[in-house]
């Protein structure tokens, strides 16, 4: 880490410093920030506690969660086997995973990565554990869609990912990571499963500093220091580990959903920029690379504030020496638990605080929030709550685009209670807001088929 205290700081880093301090003074950060140009890191600290005692500070030794972002590499790990001709992205998963039901002959290993195999979410919150997951698979009788057709982010793709790993390399999960890529990339400090209770690692609180516990109990997480990710940011852009073909590959998604490393930009076949954020209870990450500006940011957080990317714009605005503007507090982690447990009060505490707060709390990009607080209760099976959400976002000016992925989020909705007649109106709705919205395309005429 930049000891700024005993070195000064030059120009760059005085601008870095007063956003990240300004940040954290405004309760938007606690955790680690690394900025790198054009392969140099000119700028890394660490901002506040490693747990909610308030007791020790946080050092860049600390390790992190980084949620999703993890996916980056049994995704990576798969392409590897796929360049050493080890396995074909065509081939069906039952190929390998011999004990799985007749449904899995349909399912390609391109569709775990993109997301779009159509096995169903069954905890919508990641709460079980491999032995739960292989048993529910087992005993998955069909589809919720043709595979290809629609794109549904669950963990049981990565599972899958990780167990296709381990039968064509013959090593562990664990174990081929570590020989094939973290060594390879100098990633000194990353690790596979370190429990969260390790003293290597942060510990995650929530907005009143108490402990965040930790129900997450599928294997395969990948916990890491900010500087572990940035070299592996430097390794996945230079083709250190795959080729700009298998590169291309990894990045491929279906529209309007994220690929195994996140979202990309492409000029050509030239890598753009690269942008990934993952979050995992209480723990978020964001892993931002520009390769046209030769800028990397990586921040970790264990008080997840969903403030990152604002925080990142300010960083990028300082470096190029535009005016930063510092994002304000998230209405969104301010209602969350309030509509949860009654959705009215919730919304009516979201209107009080739009109405009086908007000097506190970030309301630049209302619709986003409360999508967030519709999907927090989507996710814990709260349909009619949700709907309630998600109708009171739709009613603002927004984005189409925005617009139509309330609407798709509300077909879900009335599509898990039963009611496929509202489902297919709101799918509907997406996709005539929004023409490109595949997922209810795909949703649409998996309904009209049954």
Known sequence: MLN??????????KRLDSIMQLAHTR???????????NGRIVYERSFGYADGSKTKLLTSAYKFDIGSVSK?????????????????????????LTDLPEWSAKVKIRHLLTYTS???????ISSEGDSVILANLKQLKSLKFEPGTAYLYNHYNVYLQMRIVEKVSGQSYAGFLNSNIFKPCGMNGAVVDLPVSSPDIAKAFDQDFHPTPYFQTVSGWVRLTAKDLYLWSECLHQNKILNKSSFAELAAGFPNGESSIGTTGF?????????HQGSNSNYEALLYSDLKQGLTVVMMTNN???????????????LSKEPATVPKKS?????????LANVDQGLKYYQELKANQQDTYDFSFEIGDLISTGKYLLRRNKFDDAIKVFQTAVALKAKPADIAYSYELMGECYLKKGDKTNAQ??????????????????MLQQIDKS
């Open 4 to 13: 700024i205290a005993a070195y000064g700081q030059n120009p760059v880093q």
């Open 27 to 37: 309760g938007i950060f606690n955790g680690n920030v690394l900025v790198a140009q």
């Open 72 to 96: 980056e590499f049994n995704g990576a790990a798969i392409l590897l086997l796929k360049q050493r001709g080890e396995l074909s992205l065509d081939d069906p998963i039952s190929k390998f």
């Open 118 to 124: 159509g096995i169903p979410t069954y905890d919508p």
């Open 267 to 275: 000029s050509g076949d030239t890598l753009s920029w690269h942008r």
């Open 304 to 318: 997840q504030q969903m403030k990152v990317d604002g925080i990142k714009n300010a960083l990028f605005a300082a």
């Open 331 to 339: 209405f969104y982690l301010e209602i969350r638990e309030k509509t």
């Open 425 to 442: 109106i709101n799918y509907r709705q997406a996709l005539t807001l929004n023409p490109n919205n595949k997922n209810a395309a795909g």
